[in-house]
């Protein structure tokens, strides 16, 4: 496992498969998935089972992949956060997002996170290694245009509003945001 990063509030340390119950826990809460849809498992063992098949692996770079997010004082679970190719998005194609130079950021939280800064706190170290390591162009996000909350977080990390596009099996647009990196 790669060193946690710690904010003044937070510890991000990689994901591990004993997480499971964890995530399973989290996307069960049908506030939590309102924007995002219905969970990707039925149950905390295929949670355990994407986490050793799609997330781990991730861990292979210096700095992409799934961290969970966890309260400094207590160590209580608030979510996850991400940074990844944006080219490995479920709907990356239709987003536009096929440049292995751009990755995309995304996160979930617990309820009681919500509102706290959390979220923005979290992303914005990765954000910041994304953007100085030299392969990277762009730090990019998408988020349901009702989702007021997790735009002005996405907004808060220096990503703007470039598009709205309409995904398959959505009933709403999807707003899509970029950071470019900027020339020095």
């Not at 160590?75 to 440049?99: I, N």
């Not at 245009?145 to 808060?156: D, F, H, I, Y």
């Not at 220096?158 to 020095?184: C, F, H, I, N, W």
Request: glycine share 6%; net charge positive; with cysteine.
């Amino acid at each position: 496992m790669r060193e946690p990063l710690v904010t003044d509030r937070l510890i991000l340390r990689d994901i591990a498969e004993a997480d499971a119950p964890l995530l399973f826990d989290l996307d069960s809460d049908p506030e939590v998935m309102r924007y995002i849809g219905p969970r990707p498992a039925s149950d905390a063992a295929g949670y355990r089972d994407r986490t050793r098949t799609v997330y781990l692996p991730q861990q292979a770079h210096p700095w992409h992949g799934v961290r969970i997010v966890l309260e400094r004082a207590r160590g209580e679970f608030l979510g996850w956060v991400f940074v990844r190719p944006a080219p490995g998005a479920k709907s990356a194609r239709e987003l536009g997002w096929t440049r292995p130079d751009e990755v995309e950021v995304g996160y979930r939280y617990r309820r009681s996170a919500w509102g706290r800064g959390i979220a923005t706190e979290a992303a914005t170290p990765l954000v910041q290694i994304a953007l100085a390591d030299p392969a990277t162009t762009a730090v990019v996000a998408c988020a349901l245009a009702g989702n007021a909350a997790s735009l002005r977080v996405l907004e808060k990390l220096g990503l703007v509003r470039v598009a709205e596009v309409m995904l398959p099996d959505t009933s709403e647009p999807t707003v899509k945001l970029a950071r470019r990196k900027s020339r020095e």
